[in-house]
């Protein structure tokens, strides 16, 4: 258990260390006690239950030490137990904890927004409202850009994942397990072609993009659609990086026709492929971009910014929520961003990549289920196919993935056809952990 003698997480050793088996006996009790108190519908990747984690290692309620390439799904990019992250949350708690930023502001949530205006793309002037989840952002931005517009249309692409409420189940693409029995869903939302490099064959970014453009123009009209909502690098739906040109002739259309083109940067932002914002690395600069995981450590925070015009142009209480912008959530943030600029962490993200790049294509060679490895920074995946095709391979996916788990390395799975396994390591993770569990990754592979 917790104990304050302990020192800090952040220097806990950086090191993989079974002293039982997976899952040790606490945890199997914690598990037994889940069962009994948890809905079953709340999914578990791992059943391991988590003690203290800092660097890159999770370490459980058992002592056995594993090596985090998850980060909680994209959130730790700073490190658990950050101490930039630790210090300003111990001294905002200490000082009050909530007032509501409706009611009496504060200071931490006005920092907060200045800083997003500052580092999300483009030298425009620029506004951010704070909420406390993903899918409160995305459902926050397509409520500012349908009063904006004054249209209702919204579009999505196929494989696209924004949450799971009512409005973003509508969003996402995935039935099972996101949107299964779980209907009816949100009108006026249209799915178009997504740009899937591996999948296209000889189809570029811009052919791909011209498809999506035609079913806009002939099922929609481009003068109804309000917005066109796309991650720049998608995340649940498989780390796909949409073929180069993609992005920026929706881009272009979304100006031709004066619609709101809104960047969902919940899972890609914020250091995590080496630049603040994916969309950096296609030179796109959105209207609005919806911020989550990445920002605050793991404290629940979200944003919407954007244009100045479209933010501000919502009537005075259309926007808020009792907790959006908690005031430590806000001190997590800063301290994240503050971590982010001071120890470089998009140079980091950019170094964990090139290891991660270079050793998943040295593995590729000898293992020929490796279908495709992709992504930016560090958020690196492999697909993984019947050999020689490129049918999904799910089931090996999966031995892989609990094959890495029972060694002690937690990794995750993604994909429309759940065969794509996921590297989004924090970015404070050492390179010799990193590659220790990349050997265990490839000796998952042999196992499975
Ligand atoms: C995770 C995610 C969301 C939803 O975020 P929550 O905080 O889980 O509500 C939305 N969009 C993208 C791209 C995501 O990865």
């Given at each position: ?7 800090p ?17 606490r ?8 069962v ?59 000082d009050f ?115 999506a ?52 940067e ?24 919806t ?58 993200a ?48 999966q ?7 029972a ?6 799975t ?35």
């Amino acid at each position: 258990m917790t104990d304050t003698l302990l020192p800090p997480a952040s220097t806990l050793p950086q090191e993989r260390r079974l002293v039982t088996e997976l899952p040790g006996p606490r945890s199997r009790e914690l598990m037994q006690r889940r069962v009994g108190a948890v809905s079953a519908g709340v999914g578990g990747t791992m059943p391991v239950f988590a003690e203290r984690a800092g660097g890159g290692v999770i370490v459980d309620v058992d002592g056995n030490s594993l090596i985090d390439l998850g980060s909680g799904i994209a959130v730790n990019t700073v490190g658990n137990a950050n101490p930039r992250v630790v210090e300003r949350v111990q001294r905002q708690v200490a000082d009050f904890t909530h007032t509501c930023f409706m009611v009496t502001p504060y200071a931490g949530y006005v920092e907060v927004c200045e800083a997003l205006n500052r580092v999300t793309p483009g030298d425009h002037d620029k506004r951010s409202a704070l909420f406390n989840s993903g899918a409160e952002a995305v459902e926050n931005a397509v409520k500012i850009a349908r009063s904006f517009t004054k249209r209702q249309a919204v579009v999505v692409f196929d494989h696209g994942y924004h949450g799971r409420t009512n409005l973003t189940m509508a969003l996402t693409a995935k039935s099972m397990p996101y949107k299964h029995n779980f209907g009816p869903f949100a009108p006026e939302v249209y799915r178009m072609p997504m740009s899937y490099p591996y999948h296209d064959g000889p189809h570029s970014g811009p052919e791909v993009a011209s498809w999506a453009i035609s079913k806009m123009d002939k099922e929609i009209g481009g003068s109804s659609i309000a917005a066109i909502l796309i991650e720049p690098i998608q995340g649940e739906g498989g780390f796909i990086v949409p073929a180069p040109g993609f992005l920026q002739a929706l881009r272009d259309y979304a100006t031709q026709h004066g619609i709101v083109f809104i960047a969902d940067e919940v899972q890609s932002g914020f250091c995590r492929t080496g630049k603040w914002f994916a969309c950096e690395h296609e030179g796109i600069v959105p209207d609005l971009i919806t911020t989550a995981k990445g920002i605050a450590a793991g404290l629940p925070l979200a944003a919407v910014t954007g244009r100045a015009d479209i933010m501000d142009s919502i009537h005075v209480g259309g926007l808020g929520g009792t907790y959006g912008g908690n005031p430590i959530a806000c001190a997590a943030a800063l301290g994240s961003i503050e971590s982010m600029e001071v120890d470089d962490l998009n140079a980091r993200a950019q170094a964990i990549g090139d290891i991660l790049v270079t050793r998943l294509t040295d593995m590729a060679a000898r293992i020929p289920a490796i279908g495709d490895i992709r992504g930016r920074g560090a958020m690196i995946a492999i697909e993984i196919v019947k050999p020689g095709t490129l049918t999904p391979d799910p089931d090996l996916t999966q031995r892989v993935a609990k094959a890495c788990h029972a060694e002690g390395v937690i990794v995750l799975t993604c994909g429309t056809y759940g065969n794509v396994v996921r590297f989004l390591p924090p970015l404070t993770i050492p390179d010799s952990l990193l590659l220790e569990g990349l050997d265990v990754v490839e000796a998952a592979f042999s196992a499975a």
